[in-house]
Structures are given as C-alpha cells and as structure tokens.
C-alpha cells in the first residue's frame, strides 16, 4: 500500500483561551461538552461563541463537531462560510481538502490542496497529498518531484522514503529504488510500516522476476503484521504456482477475511474455485468480487460463464 507522508485527519490541539467575544469559561465549556460526546451542546456554543466574535479557530471546531455527527456537508458549508470572512485562510482550505479526499472525492481535495500550496509553498500535507495522488493517476514522475521537494525541505521519516522508493519503481529510476527502501527500515517505528516495507519491496522483487525473494518478502511483512491481507493474497498466487492448491485456498480465504473490501481475494478464489471443479465456491466468490468492483472485467467474464453452464444443467 501507498503509504501517506502525514496522518490526513489531524486535528488541533490548542483552544485560544481568552479572546474578545470568546472568554476562558465559555471556551472551556466548549471542549468540555465535545470531550463527553455532547456534540449538539458543543455546537450551541460554538454558534454562540460565533455570533459575539468571529475567529478561524472557532470555525475550525464548528466544522470538527460536524464531522463527529457525521455531516460532512454541514462541515463543508461551515468551512466556506469562513472562507466569506477570512479569505485564503490555510487552515480552512486544508479542511475542505481533507473532507472532499475523506469522501474519495480527490480531484476536488487536489484542487483545494492546490490552493493551500499557492498560500504556504511549504505546507507538508498538501505537499505530500498531492504527490500522492499523482501517484494513483499513474504519473509517478510528478508525484517523485513532490516527494524530492519534502526531504529539500527537512522531512525524514519513513513513510517518504517508502513512497520515494515506490515512485522510483514506477518511474524506471531503479538506481535509487533499493537505497530508498533501505533507508526507510533503518527508520521504522512500528512493525505495520515494518510490513508495509517488505510488502512493496515484494512487489519490487516481483518486477524483476526473482519469486523466491518475492515469496521470502511477502512472508516477512506477515511475520510483522499477520493481518497484512495484501501479503496474504499474493502468497496465495506464489503458492499456487508451486501447485500448492489447499495452501493457496486458505490463504485467499484469510485474505478475504482480512480485507473484505478488497477484489482480489475473492475474484482470485473464484478462479481456482473454477479450474478445481468447485462452481458454487467460485460463483459466490464472485458475487463478492463484484460487490467490491462492479467493473472488474474478468469478474464479469467468470460470472457469465458460470451462469450459462447453470443455465444448461
């Protein structure tokens, strides 16, 4: 997995305690009441505390208590209203980027973001979000440049050097590829980057064609994360090459359960399912492939097959 540079649901962490139309007794009501889970009473405030003085900081809060009650569109709404009354403020465009990429909406987040970098050429989340998605729309030389720009800029941590690498792979630059990785396990602070490490340099090995590195990777992220579905699923399919067929259906099934929303776990069990003879497994199997990517081509492929050989029985 393409691992983000920073945690993109970051919140503040300071409360300004005394300021004109907000004094220190109302303000600490405020935090109190969302500290208990009394989102409605912390929005009473807030509103209030709006109506006697308008402050960013306020209309951040607003915004988060509209996203613990699960209305991102009220958020939305309450970010652009102070945008109205402090224009180009970075921390109300970074808000309306995170919630647009929360809703997997990312060419709106990208723009914001966009607009975030025309105001602060150093802010390191937009930086890192952008590059990113990049990353996703198949352009890893720009997303490349964006991460180049975080270390020019003093970043040093271990998920861009893991995304450096990635790029790097990606964008045929292999001479940096392997140096990239390696500096990112030398600064590792959990065992689930640990894995997600030796995931992508499985993939690595994959490319250049060495499958028993790629098997000795894979195994390696499950020894430090053994909910790893991704590793999962293509230990399966090295498994299967090996014709190991009972090793390869029970990691497809761990893997499934592991990571339900993702395809390839099911679509792959539904096609081993199919050569060994087990048409229902492989239909059900497919049904939940399908739910999981209504466009998946050769899902769709599998399942007009097998509804024509039921047809015919």
């Known amino acids: 997995p393409f691992v983000y540079i920073v945690a993109i649901l970051t919140t ?38 709006l109506t006697h003085q308008e402050f960013v900081d306020t209309y951040l809060y607003l915004a988060k208590v509209y996203q613990r009650l699960d209305q991102p569109i009220t958020a939305l709404n309450v970010f652009k ?11 109300l465009l970074t808000g309306i980027a995170r919630i647009h990429e929360e809703m997997n909406n ?3 987040a990208t723009e914001y973001y966009k607009e975030v970098l025309k105001q602060d050429n150093t802010h ?16 890893p030389e720009i997303a490349l440049r964006f991460y180049r720009r975080l270390l020019q800029m003093g970043v040093f941590n271990c998920q861009l050097y893991n995304n450096l690498g990635l790029c790097c792979v990606y964008a045929q630059q292999y001479d940096m590829t392997l140096s990239s990785f390696e500096r990112a ?33 894979f195994k390696l992220a499950l020894a430090f994360n053994n909910n790893h579905g991704e590793a999962y699923n293509n230990l399966a399919m090295l498994e299967l090459r090996k014709g190991r067929i009972e090793q390869a259906k029970a990691f497809l099934q761990t893997a499934a359960s ?25 239909y059900m199997a497919a ?14 492929q599998i399942l007009k097959n097998l509804r024509q050989h039921f047809a015919t029985l």
Not at 20 to 37: F, H, K, P, Q, W
Not at 81 to 91: C, R
């Open 185 to 217: 396990l030398a600064l590792v602070s959990s065992d689930e980057e640990q894995a997600d490490i030796w995931y992508n340099l499985g993939h690595v090995a994959v490319g250049i064609g060495d499958l028993t590195l790629t098997y000795q990777c």
């Open 258 to 282: 592991l990571s339900p929303h993702m395809y390839e776990p099911h679509f792959n069990f539904a096609m081993l399912s199919d050569k060994v003879g087990d048409l229902q497994s492989s």
């Open 106 to 108: 990312m060419i709106s």
């Open 81 to 91: 209203q102070g945008l109205d009354h402090f224009p180009a403020e970075v921390t």
């Open 12 to 49: 503040e962490s300071y409360v300004q305690k005394s300021r004109d139309g907000l004094n220190a007794d109302r303000c600490a009501d405020i935090v109190t009441s969302e500290g208990l889970g009394l989102h409605r009473e912390a929005e009473k405030q807030f509103r209030s505390a």
């Open 287 to 300: 049904q939940k492939s399908e739910d999981a990517f209504p466009e998946h081509v050769d899902t769709q």
């Open 124 to 139: 390191v989340e937009a930086i890192a979000c952008i590059g990113s998605n990049n990353f996703y729309t198949d352009q």
